[in-house]
């Protein structure tokens, strides 16, 4: 698929989130009118507005100056941190738009919804919904941070905060969002010559998923596992300003950690593993078939393809997790939900990562990436009118 086609289904995903995400915020004000608990019950309400609160125009109550930032805050000085906390939203909703737009443009042009590609396009428009609100939640952070008028304490523990906050409204919206943006680049491919499957060896199709596996199961394993995460969340001190990485740290490099059950029989605990090895499957799967889903397998969209696989295993272990969770009776039926969209940051850190090795070792195995598919070649050759011999005769 071009350019010029892929922009346009590209551009209403963007449009789409963005809208989606913006409606959520203003949903937020209406959990706080009375009367609201006699539709929900009280945990509901408030994890329903945990969930919206990221996406708010309206700052929490008591949440920006709150008289400490200067010896007497009056109220220019609350107008002011207001202000920052309406250019932080203007730019997490930008921002939201851009890496969408950044992400579906080269995943709808090498992955274009036809000849059977159609549930792996909608899959990865899916993952990558999460990605850039989370993208976009950090673009926006140092501008919220500022605005509650505690920018220079413990700066480093509040961006991991902030960064964790864009929730599961996320997952929801990039759900509707990849739904649409399926449609819209059907309609727009409409017409037009389907380009074939690519024919990529099996040996290299798998030794380049297991590659990606491996840099992920580093994080799934190694760093996930309780004593190693207790290391990177204290190990690191400092001093000033950037002191306290280990909370951002573990944002970025953790995508699980090997802590519970805390107590409970043996099965208790293998369950709980079970949902890492799911992680690992759906990424080796994911990372099988994307060769030769692709209309062409460069690095970049190979790094977009990797982040989208590990987001999805990633949604597949919570899914996992949500079914063996005793919690609801207590916390309510929205808490189920609550963990969805957890770890997308170290889900884009080593999903990139597992993305370019799984490129790189098809590199090495041989496998081509530019030009035409061998099959797409075969066909035009086969569609090419043959000189008569006998013309001249």
Same mark, same amino acid.
């Given at each position: 698929?071009?350019? %010029? ?23 937020? /004000? ?8 006699? +539709? ?21 109550? *008591? ?26 939203? /203007? ?17 709808? %042009? ?75 680049? @059907?309609?727009? +491919? ?21 590659? *990606? ?69 759906? +990424?080796?799967?994911?990372? %099988? ?28 272990? /919570?899914?996992? @997790? ?29 999903? +990139? ?41």
């Amino acid at each position: 698929m071009t350019y %010029r086609r892929a922009v346009i289904p590209a551009l209403v995903g963007g449009l789409l989130i963005t809208l989606l995400l913006w409606w959520a915020g203003a949903s937020e /004000q209406a959990l706080r009118l009375r009367g609201t608990t006699s +539709v929900f019950d009280i945990e509901s309400v408030s994890e329903l507005r945990r969930w919206l609160a990221p996406w708010s125009y309206d700052p929490p109550t *008591g949440s920006l100056s709150d008289g400490t930032a200067g010896g007497g805050t009056d109220l220019s000085a609350a107008a002011r941190y207001t202000d920052l906390y309406s250019t932080a939203m /203007q730019i997490r909703f930008v921002a939201v738009f851009v890496f969408f737009l950044a992400g579906a443009l080269p995943l709808i %042009r090498r992955l274009p919804p036809t000849r059977r590609r159609t549930p792996a396009t909608l899959l990865a428009l899916w993952a990558w919904g999460p990605v850039a609100a989370t993208l976009a939640v950090t673009v926006s952070a140092p501008w919220l941070i500022a605005s509650r008028g505690r920018g220079s304490y413990r700066v480093l523990p509040q961006l991991a905060s902030v960064i964790a906050s864009s929730g599961p409204v996320a997952v929801f919206a990039g759900l509707l969002t990849a739904l649409l943006t399926v449609l819209v680049a @059907h309609l727009t +491919v409409k017409g037009t010559e389907p380009v074939p499957r690519r024919s990529v060896p099996p040996l290299a199709a798998r030794l380049a998923a297991s590659a *990606g596996t491996g840099v992920v199961a580093f994080s799934v394993v190694v760093l996930s596992y309780q004593s190693v995460a207790a290391w990177l969340q204290t190990s690191f001190g400092g001093g000033g300003l950037l002191s306290e990485p280990g909370d951002l740290l573990r944002e970025w490099l953790l995508l699980g950690v090997w802590a519970g059950p805390a107590t409970g029989s043996l099965g208790d605990w293998l369950l709980y593993r079970a949902a890492d090895v799911l992680v690992l499957g759906v +990424v080796w799967w994911s990372l %099988r078939l994307l060769p030769g889903l692709l209309t062409r397998t460069t690095a970049p969209v190979m790094a977009v393809g990797g982040v989208c696989a590990t987001v999805l295993g990633l949604l597949a272990s /919570q899914v996992l @997790h949500m079914a063996i969770d005793d919690t609801v009776d207590v916390w309510g039926p929205v808490y189920l939900f609550s963990k969805l969209g957890n770890g997308v940051p170290a889900a884009l850190t080593f999903g +990139v990562l597992a993305g370019l090795a799984a490129w790189a070792t098809l590199r090495l195995a041989g496998v081509p990436d530019a030009g035409e598919p061998p099959e797409a070649a075969d066909t035009a050759q086969a569609a090419s009118p043959v000189p008569n011999s006998n013309s001249g005769t």
